[in-house]
T-cell receptor, first 108, second 115 residues
Framework: GQNIDQPTEMTATEGAIVQINCTYQ??????LFWYQQHAGEAPTFLSY??LDGLEEKGRFSSFLSRSKGYSYLLLKELQMKDSASYLC?????????WGAGTKLIIKP | EAQVTQNPRYLITVTGKKLTVTCSQN?????MSWYRQDPGLGLRQIYY???????DKGDVPEGYKVSRKEKRNFPLILESPSPNQTSLYFC??????????????FGPGTRLTVL
């Protein structure tokens, strides 16, 4: 079967750095997305990785290792507004497989 | 403003009463999709459409219908809703390539309760 694993919940402190991991076992791989979803709102796009390595975009970075079936989203200089769920999704043979999401709680 | 709109945002209905959730996008996107989101399960695709008059089943199509008569609209129809269809529903669109490599833009969501 196809599976994506993310931690259910994480807690971090305002101003700190947090890394949210995503591991996947899929029949194919054509890219990996990260989306942010605030409670009760729609998901919004954060990043897309198709090649191995780190993609940096401001305070957010996303890393991919295809050989390990692993990705992480790194959030720096955490702000209270970063409290949200972070969804990992894999394009597997032109089907998007979604993880259940990681709820990130930011404490002052 | 580029956006995906859904209506209604909230709906409480009873078992068996047909309902339609509308979805419209103003970005001239080819690809549109419906998802449902349930706690602990992540987003699950119901139906998707690669273009006008082309629709395909996603992972959980049972109990749902869709149509794509115009590029901008992609309504979701529940002919005979049941309590297990109580969920948060999202419509999404992307420019092309079936949303698989393109960023998807999501509507605000419709929270449906079936009693």
């Amino acid at each position: 079967g196809q599976n994506i694993d993310q931690p259910t919940e994480m807690t971090a402190t305002e101003g700190a750095i947090v890394q949210i991991n995503c591991t996947y076992q899929t029949s194919g791989f054509n890219g990996l997305f990260w989306y942010q979803q605030h409670a009760g709102e729609a998901p919004t796009f954060l990043s897309y990785n198709v090649l191995d390595g780190l993609e940096e975009k401001g305070r957010f970075s996303s890393f991919l290792s295809r050989s390990k079936g692993y990705s992480y989203l790194l959030l720096k200089e955490l702000q209270m507004k970063d409290s949200a769920s972070y969804l990992c999704a894999v394009n597997s043979n032109y089907q998007l497989i979604w993880g259940a999401g990681t709820k990130l709680i930011i404490k002052p | 403003e580029a956006q995906v709109t859904q209506n209604p945002r909230y709906l409480i209905t009873v078992t068996g009463k047909k309902l339609t959730v509308t979805c419209s996008q103003n970005m001239n996107h080819e690809y549109m999709s419906w998802y449902r989101q349930d706690p602990g399960l992540g987003l699950r695709q119901i139906y998707y459409s690669m273009n006008v008059e082309v629709t395909d089943k996603g992972d959980v199509p049972e109990g749902y219908k869709v149509s794509r008569k115009e590029k901008r609209n992609f309504p979701l129809i529940l002919e005979s809703p049941s309590p297990n269809q109580t969920s948060l529903y999202f419509c999404a669109s992307s420019l092309n390539s079936g949303g698989f490599t393109d960023t998807q833009y999501f509507g605000p969501g419709t929270r449906l309760t079936v009693l």
